[in-house]
T-cell receptor, first 111, second 114 residues
Framework: SQQGEEDPQALSIQEGENATMNCSYK?????LQWYRQNSGRGLVHLILIRSNEREKHSGRLRVTLDTSKKSSSLLITASRAADTASYFCATPSYNTDKLIFGTGTRLQVFP | SQTIHQWPATLVQPVGSPLSLECTVEGTSNPNLYWYRQAAGRGLQLLFYSVGIGQISSEVPQNLSASRPQDRQFILSSKKLLLSDSGFYLCAWSVSPRDGNTIYFGEGSWLTVV
């Protein structure tokens, strides 16, 4: 299976702290995408990093990609209670348009 | 702009009854369409994806089937539901995610089989 694994499965922090989530995948990729899911809702795209990029920023989000280790990390800086959600990485299959999601990290940010 | 509609939002069905979940996309042509299932507190499992009318790829052997009768319509069905079919079903669309395009999700359908 190409499904990614995310680590940790759950993370609890205080507002203002940074949150780091990691994702590992199994096959070659063109890009890796991060999504957020509020409880009971559909997923929303956060940020995409291409296989030839090593780091990307968007607001309080920082994503890194290490293709040699087949891993990525998502850092949320200065977290807020509104960041409470589940976060998933997703990898498109290299030669098809299937998008495989990781197992997710449940982030809880306490005020 | 593109939108995706998925219904019904919630349903409770007895074991052995049929199922039909429907998804439609507006504002785009020839999208890739996807059905995912999410068990409570778990990750997303890709069930089916389609690159065109009548073209369905099944990812996991199961009690479900999918059809794409029109370009922007994707239907998830079952003839006889099992308890294990309970979960949160998400429809999604995309244009070539391997080229760097994102995937857009509907709001999901909660299915409880009793």
């Amino acid at each position: 299976s190409q499904q990614g694994e995310e680590d940790p499965q759950a993370l609890s922090i205080q507002e203002g702290e940074n949150a780091t989530m990691n994702c590992s995948y199994k096959t070659s990729i063109n890009n890796l995408q991060w999504y957020r899911q509020n409880s009971g809702r559909g997923l929303v795209h956060l940020i995409l990093i291409r296989s030839n990029e090593r780091e990307k920023h968007s607001g309080r989000l920082r994503v890194t990609l290490d293709t040699s280790k087949k891993s990525s990390s998502l850092l949320i800086t200065a977290s807020r209670a509104a960041d409470t959600a589940s976060y998933f990485c997703a990898t498109p299959s290299y030669n098809t348009d299937k998008l495989i999601f990781g197992t997710g990290t449940r982030l809880q940010v306490f005020p | 702009s593109q939108t995706i509609h998925q219904w019904p939002a919630t349903l409770v069905q007895p074991v052995g009854s049929p199922l039909s979940l429907e998804c439609t996309v507006e504002g785009t042509s020839n999208p890739n369409l996807y059905w995912y299932r999410q068990a409570a507190g778990r990750g997303l499992q890709l069930l089916f994806y389609s690159v065109g009318i009548g073209q369905i790829s099944s990812e996991v052997p199961q009690n479900l089937s999918a059809s794409r009768p029109q370009d922007r319509q994707f239907i998830l069905s079952s003839k006889k539901l099992l308890l294990s079919d309970s979960g949160f079903y998400l429809c999604a669309w995309s244009v070539s995610p391997r080229d760097g395009n994102t995937i857009y999700f509907g709001e999901g359908s909660w299915l409880t089989v009793v």
